[in-house]
């Protein structure tokens, strides 16, 4: 039986709500199902302010031109990312500063990011690996001390909280996925959220390509025009609607994932307790969203003959992010500074298939083919 490392599901209504978005006459952006996208996140997790993009590359994006980074600013982020979290600053000219995940977990580790802060520091983007919220007390303190604006990179941390508060309240600005991938998907989207009241005209006209449309919809000018930078980030209703529908079955979605995930945790901890391997360990104050489940293995050679044994049982597993301090792009740019966890989780880490349709009987196999290859 294949095993896939990720399918797309439906909920039951997607279909049902395109066919309704094309039947109310506008398929463009801003219809009626990004309205109830907006509201659903307005109300769910209290953001000041939300507003649906084609991607959360397109969110960072208009997060870098909202702060107005100039070629030359500064932006600290983790080398373990992917490759939009610094891709967005540097189409605007920043340099970046990368810096080293926790050792026992990917996240940002906050104790080593004061010493790589200069004059020319703009930001401090943290990436919330797994879904796992970085350790946001003591970095909205360093932001303070220092005048830094912070972005979140919350693509993967839908329906997460950190002592409470959720995932994406925390910076003055912060970016979410629903690319297939993710916990909640439209195939390919994303969104903005403003929790800084400064930014949210400004937001507005970037989305849609420098002008003040949206302000004209509302009544508030009577003709719009070309006011600033931007680009054409609104994503068709069309998308918004199949969200929506995803965001209404939220709960169970979230339910059978986190019921996958602890599956995955209590048949892999005989390996964990032999140091087989290392499992991840839910950072103090943080819950745990299932955006995804890793293992890491002892060294490169042992990862990557665990995922060829998995792939001969027709399993498909996967390692990420190639650190991106040793990109191809970046590693020129990059200042040698070693990094040595970030370099640590591209050579061992290996995520196991997670998504709504596998069923617990699949996770079984999964683990039980693991702990052969472990004998
Ligand atoms: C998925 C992901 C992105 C990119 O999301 P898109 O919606 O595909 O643009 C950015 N950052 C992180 C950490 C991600 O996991």
Redesign the pocket.
Known sequence: MHIPFNKPYLTGKEADYIRLAVESGKISGDGLFTKKCHSFFEETYGFRKVLLTT???AALEIAAMLIDIQPGDEVIMPSY??V??ANAFVLRGAHIVFSDSCADNPNLDISAIEPLITKRTKAIVP?HYAGFCCDMKPLLELALRYNLYVIE?A??AIDSYYQGKPAGSFGHLAAF?F?ET?NIICG???MLVINDERFIKRAEIIREKGTNRSAFFRGEIDKYSWVDIGSSYLPSDILAAFLYAQLENKKPIQEKRILLWNMYMDSLKHLEAKKSIVLPSIPAGDTNNAHLFYLLCQNAEERDKLILFLKQMDINSVFHYLSLHKSTYYQDKHDGRTLAHADRYSDCLVRLPLFFGLTPEQVRLICRGISDFYK
């Open positions: 991607s959360c590359t990312t992917f939009s979290t990436v990179d693509a993967q996925s690319h993710k390919e989207g994303g």
